[in-house]
């Protein structure tokens, strides 16, 4: 087991995933001609750390100049830990995000603080 897995699985012990239960968004759904929509907003909250889009675990927006993907956790917490899991090939394509933490939906959320 590499310490890596053995940091993840201790965080996950001490801490509650508070998105499972939340409502999330994103600015656009990708549709694939031949899956259809398989990159919906909710997928990115499952609580499946798979990383490959086609089995179902994964939100996929189309290409656009500002993506972004949000989640409404339908109460107020204090905010610890984040886990972010990138999708299979694609590493990339995460270059440049930014994690929001906060209530205000002024410019699309992008005032919260990061």
């Known amino acids: 087991m590499k ?3 053995v940091d993840s699985s201790s965080i996950q012990q001490k801490y509650k995933n508070l998105a499972l239960h939340g ?3 994103m600015s656009s759904i990708h549709k694939d001609s031949d899956w259809g929509y398989l990159g919906m ?3 990115g909250i499952d609580g499946n750390p798979d990383t490959d889009l086609y089995h179902g675990s994964c939100f996929h927006t ?3 100049m500002s993506p972004w993907w949000r989640v409404d ?3 107020s917490y204090t905010i610890h830990y984040i ?3 990138n999708r299979d090939a694609y590493g990339s394509r995460i270059n440049g995000a930014e994690i929001l ?3 205000s939906l002024t410019n699309n959320g992008n005032s919260n603080p990061r």
Do not use: M, S
Request: proline letters at 5%.
């Open 23 to 25: 409502r999330p968004t």
């Open 73 to 75: 956790l339908l109460e």
């Open 83 to 85: 886990t972010v899991t």
């Open 41 to 43: 907003a909710v997928n």
């Open 3 to 5: 310490k890596a897995d």
């Open 101 to 103: 933490v906060g209530y």
């Open 62 to 64: 189309n290409k656009e």
